[in-house]
C-alpha cells in the first residue's frame, strides 16, 4: 500500500473514528483504483479528472454495477478531500466526476406467513431458543437495524411501557412492541439473559453463549441458520426483515411518515420505495386477476 493510502487510512481512524469496515470498504476501492493508475504509469498524486472519469467508465465496461462503481467514486472523491485537507494537494480530481446512475431494486421482503414461519424456528427448550426467539421477534417488531440491535442495552427496553429506545446517529427514536415480543423479551430478559452474562456489569441486552455482546458476524450466522431451517428459498438478511417490517406497515393502513420515524430514515425518500412495492404488489393482482388483463 502506498504512502497516500497508509495517510488516508491514518486519518480515517484518528480523525473520522471511521469503523473497521467502513476503512476496509474505502481501503479495497482505492487499492484496486491506484492499481488501475499504475497500469497507466500515473501516481496518485498526479491523476486528472479525465484520469478517474476514464477508470470509473472502465469498471463498467468490465461489468462493475452501477452501484458498485458509485461507491468506488465515492471512495475516491474521500481520498482526495483528505489529502486535500493535509495540506498534500490542491485540488480533488474526482470532484465532477458523476457516478454512475443507479437503478434502484425494490427490496426483497417477506410474505406474513413466511415471516411467521421464520419467528417460529427457534425453539424455546433451551437458552440460545429462548435469546434467539426475543431477538428475532424484536428485529421484526422494530423494523431496526442489525448494527442497532447488536448495540442495545437492557436499559433501552422499556418492557412496562411497551416500548424500545433506539439511537442511531445522534438522534433517539422510541417504537412501540407488540405483545408477542414483549412476551419473549420479558422472558429473556428475565430468566435467561442473567444465565448467560458473566458479569453483572455487562450493560448489552443481547449477548452471546459467552455472555459477551452479540456480533454482527454472529447474528448473520443466526439468521441464516434459521433460513435453513425453515425452508425458505428466499435470500433472508437481517435487513430482510427491516424491509418485511416496513411492507407489512404500510400494506395493513400505516402512513409513510410513521414509517420513516420509526425505521429512522432522515429523507422521506427513502420510505417511499415501500409504496412502490406496495403498488408493483397490486399491479400484480391485477394481471392475475382481471378478467382482461
Request: glycine letters at 4%; aromatic letters at 8%; one cysteine or more.
Amino acid at each position: 500500500m502506498s504512502e497516500l493510502l497508509s495517510i488516508f487510512e491514518d486519518y480515517l481512524k484518528t480523525e473520522k473514528h471511521a469503523s473497521a469496515n467502513t476503512i476496509s470498504s474505502y481501503l479495497r476501492d482505492l487499492r484496486q483504483f491506484e492499481a488501475g493508475m499504475e497500469e497507466r504509469d500515473i501516481p496518485l498524486a498526479d491523476v486528472l479528472p479525465q484520469d478517474v472519469e476514464e477508470y470509473s467508465h472502465g469498471l463498467l465496461h468490465k461489468g462493475k454495477s452501477p452501484a458498485t462503481v458509485t461507491r468506488s467514486v465515492a471512495s475516491i472523491k474521500a481520498f482526495y478531500n483528505c489529502l486535500i485537507a493535509l495540506g498534500k494537494m490542491d485540488q480533488n480530481p474526482a470532484k465532477h466526476v458523476t457516478a454512475a446512475k443507479v437503478e434502484r431494486k425494490l427490496p426483497q421482503i417477506l410474505t406474513s406467513k413466511e415471516v411467521e414461519l421464520f419467528l417460529e424456528q427457534p425453539e424455546c427448550t433451551d437458552l440460545k431458543g429462548y435469546r434467539d426467539r426475543a431477538m428475532l421477534e424484536l428485529l421484526y417488531a422494530t423494523g431496526i437495524r442489525v448494527s442497532e440491535l447488536i448495540a442495545l442495552d437492557v436499559d433501552d427496553l422499556n418492557l412496562p411501557g411497551g416500548v424500545l429506545k433506539c439511537y442511531s446517529k445522534g438522534k433517539e427514536r422510541i417504537i412501540p412492541l407488540y405483545p408477542t415480543a414483549i412476551r419473549a423479551l420479558n422472558e429473556y430478559v428475565h430468566n435467561i439473559r442473567p444465565q448467560l452474562v458473566d458479569s453483572l456489569d455487562e450493560t448489552a441486552l443481547f449477548v452471546n453463549m459467552n455472555g459477551e455482546r452479540m456480533s454482527r458476524q454472529g447474528f448473520w450466522k443466526l439468521i441464516k441458520y434459521y433460513q435453513e431451517r425453515a425452508g425458505i428459498k428466499k435470500d433472508i438478511t437481517p435487513h430482510t426483515l427491516r424491509h418485511s417490517f416496513a411492507a407489512h406497515l404500510l400494506e395493513n393502513g400505516a402512513d409513510l411518515r410513521s414509517i420513516q420515524e420509526m425505521l429512522g430514515h432522515a429523507d422521506i425518500s427513502s420510505t417511499q420505495i415501500y409504496s412502490r412495492l406496495l403498488n408493483q404488489k397490486i399491479k400484480n393482482v391485477y394481471l392475475k386477476a382481471h378478467p382482461r388483463a
